[in-house]
């Protein structure tokens, strides 16, 4: 009896281990979310857009649809509250997705794209427009929030020169 018991936890334990073996990891289940994502925007696009006619253009409305579910206030040049770190209170600045998610995201679609029977060559996600607007998320906020504080702090000084 007892040897029936330990054979019995033995294969309920391997069973287990069987199965988390072949349970996809944290990257691999949100790499495959963001690809089902992106997949049903295309989707319902008006006129629906085929995975073989994306382009970058595409990408870039994706990342731009995204903003609206963003949590990362980014204060329009304007605001009261522009160039303030910690504003005292609310405004009607949009809110964005982060950089760092941004950058995150597209990597996982160019990996998705790919490992779908994409081309490296064709793949929209790889393209150096993706890059520059990257790179204008995470440059421009930064530049005019330099450019507010140089202003309120050397403001004077740029009239006695």
Same mark, same amino acid.
């Given at each position: 009896?007892?040897?029936?018991?330990?054979?019995?936890? /033995?294969?309920?334990?391997?069973?287990? %281990? @069987? @199965? @988390? +073996?072949? &349970?996809?990891?944290? !990257?691999?289940?949100?790499?495959?979310?963001?690809?089902? +994502? =992106? *997949? #049903? !925007?295309?989707?319902? #696009?008006?006129?629906?857009?085929?995975?073989?006619?994306?382009? =970058?253009?595409? /990408? $870039?409305?994706?990342?731009?649809? $995204?903003? #609206?579910?963003?949590?990362?206030? /980014?204060?329009?040049?304007?605001?009261?509250?522009? *160039? #303030?770190?910690?504003?005292? *209170?609310?405004?009607?600045?949009?809110?964005?997705?982060?950089?760092? %998610?941004?950058? @995150?995201?597209?990597?996982?679609?160019?990996?998705? !794209?790919?490992?779908?029977?994409?081309?490296?060559? +064709?793949?929209?996600?790889?393209?150096?427009?993706?890059? /520059?607007?990257?790179?204008?998320?995470?440059?421009?906020?930064?530049?005019? &929030?330099?450019?507010?504080? =140089?202003?309120?702090? =050397? *403001?004077?000084?740029? !009239?006695?020169?």
């Amino acid at each position: 009896m007892s040897s029936d018991k330990g054979k019995e936890s /033995v294969e309920g334990s391997s069973s287990r %281990s @069987a @199965a @988390a +073996t072949t &349970q996809p990891s944290r !990257y691999e289940s949100q790499k495959r979310r963001d690809w089902n +994502t =992106f *997949g #049903q !925007y295309l989707k319902n #696009q008006r006129p629906p857009v085929a995975l073989s006619q994306c382009t =970058f253009n595409h /990408v $870039l409305d994706f990342l731009r649809y $995204l903003d #609206q579910f963003g949590k990362t206030k /980014v204060h329009l040049q304007g605001c009261g509250f522009f *160039g #303030q770190p910690e504003p005292p *209170g609310p405004c009607t600045c949009p809110l964005r997705q982060a950089w760092g %998610s941004l950058d @995150a995201l597209i990597g996982r679609l160019r990996a998705a !794209y790919e490992e779908n029977g994409g081309l490296p060559e +064709t793949n929209p996600f790889a393209s150096g427009a993706i890059r /520059v607007y990257l790179r204008e998320i995470i440059t421009v906020p930064r530049d005019f &929030q330099l450019l507010e504080s =140089f202003s309120t702090h =050397f *403001g004077a000084l740029l !009239y006695l020169v």
